[in-house]
């Protein structure tokens, strides 16, 4: 069995980003996957974020705490960056580790985690309202499963591993 988790990022309905995670990462995708999401934050353009991790499998304990610490080095960025967070997550143990991470360093922004895609493409559209983003948040309550494969690279357009 592959247990490689493969992750996609889709900026295709920028300023929202879906990032989908599977499998049971390996700590040089883990890490690959932080770089990237650090590469969007340093954009320095306001967005919103819908992380679907209903295939994800589990972060490792050594993945939580790095985890945390990436949060932590970027807690500023996301306060200048990010609208909000949607969490997709489907398993009762992921919704446990979330919980455990968000125990120790809760997002510095506005975050949900939700069982359906519809739930957080919702939520989603309803913070972009807020933030006087009308456009993006009607597009975004149209916008159907993410652009993409369940794994590799998408039409993100930063460079590096995905």
């Given at each position: 069995?592959?247990?490689?988790?493969?992750?996609?990022?889709?900026?295709?309905?920028?300023?929202?980003?879906?990032?989908?995670?599977?499998?049971?990462?390996?700590?040089?995708?883990?890490?690959?996957?932080?770089?990237?999401?650090?590469?969007?934050?340093?954009?320095?353009?306001?967005?919103?974020?819908?992380?679907?991790?209903?295939?994800?499998?589990?972060?490792?304990?050594?993945?939580?705490?790095?985890?945390?610490?990436?949060?932590?080095?970027?807690?500023?960025?996301?306060?200048?960056?990010?609208?909000?967070?949607?969490?997709?997550?489907?398993?009762?143990?992921?919704?446990?580790?979330?919980?455990?991470?968000?125990?120790?360093?809760?997002?510095?922004?506005?975050?949900?985690?939700v069982a359906h895609l519809d739930a957080a493409k919702a939520w989603?559209?309803?913070?972009?309202?807020?933030?006087?983003?009308?456009?993006?948040?009607?597009?975004?309550?149209?916008?159907?499963?993410?652009?993409?494969?369940?794994?590799?690279?998408?039409?993100?357009?930063?460079?590096?591993?995905?």
């Amino acid at each position: 069995m592959n247990r490689a988790a493969p992750f996609f990022f889709d900026d295709s309905h920028w300023p929202l980003l879906g990032v989908r995670l599977s499998g049971e990462p390996s700590r040089q995708a883990f890490e690959a996957y932080l770089d990237r999401s650090t590469q969007y934050l340093q954009r320095g353009e306001p967005h919103l974020c819908i992380f679907d991790l209903s295939a994800l499998w589990l972060l490792s304990t050594e993945q939580r705490q790095r985890h945390v610490e990436w949060l932590e080095a970027n807690a500023a960025l996301m306060r200048q960056t990010l609208l909000g967070l949607a969490y997709v997550i489907t398993s009762p143990t992921v919704v446990l580790t979330m919980s455990v991470i968000f125990h120790f360093r809760p997002p510095p922004v506005p975050y949900t985690i939700v069982a359906h895609l519809d739930a957080a493409k919702a939520w989603a559209a309803r913070h972009l309202d807020e933030a006087g983003l009308r456009a993006p948040a009607e597009r975004m309550r149209r916008v159907g499963a993410f652009a993409g494969p369940a794994s590799g690279c998408g039409s993100a357009s930063l460079p590096g591993p995905c």
